[in-house]
């Protein structure tokens, strides 16, 4: 199986709310920093949010800012993305991806060790 496994996309209305999970299988998770990434249809991937070791959070996009939130349950071994006032903008491919014990939040994907296969999130009438 996968380190880590995305879930808890669907479709839903613009304005409303969704919470993605991403679960480690086989290992803690809590000493890996952990982003969230999404890919809309047609456009690059993108970072969306991350949290590292130590709860430190980072921002990539300045579109979610104030909406979407990440948060850790150490004790679930799961990292949530929280996302609220939906738009159709937020539809796409959503990716959780982890970098190893050792290293922080990073903005290039490419330094990531670990990526889900992603969920999709259609935000729609």
């Known amino acids: 199986q996968l380190p880590f496994v995305e879930s808890g996309g669907g479709l839903v209305q613009p304005g409303g709310s969704l919470r993605l999970s991403c679960a480690a299988s086989g290992f803690t998770l809590d000493y890996y920093a952990i982003g969230w990434f999404r890919q809309a249809p047609g456009k690059d991937r993108e970072g969306v949010l991350c949290?590292?070791?130590?709860?430190?959070?980072?921002n990539y996009a300045d579109s979610v800012k104030g909406r979407f939130t990440i948060s850790r349950a150490n004790a679930k071994n799961t990292v949530y993305l929280e996302m609220s006032s939906l738009t159709p903008e937020d539809t796409g491919v959503y990716y959780c991806?982890?970098?190893?014990?050792?290293?922080?939040?990073?903005?290039?994907?490419?330094?990531?060790?670990?990526w889900g296969l992603g969920t999709q999130v259609t935000v729609a009438s």
């Open positions: 949290i590292d070791s130590s709860g430190s959070i980072t």
């Open positions: 991806a982890g970098h190893r014990p050792g290293y922080y939040c990073s903005a290039f994907q490419t330094e990531y060790d670990y």
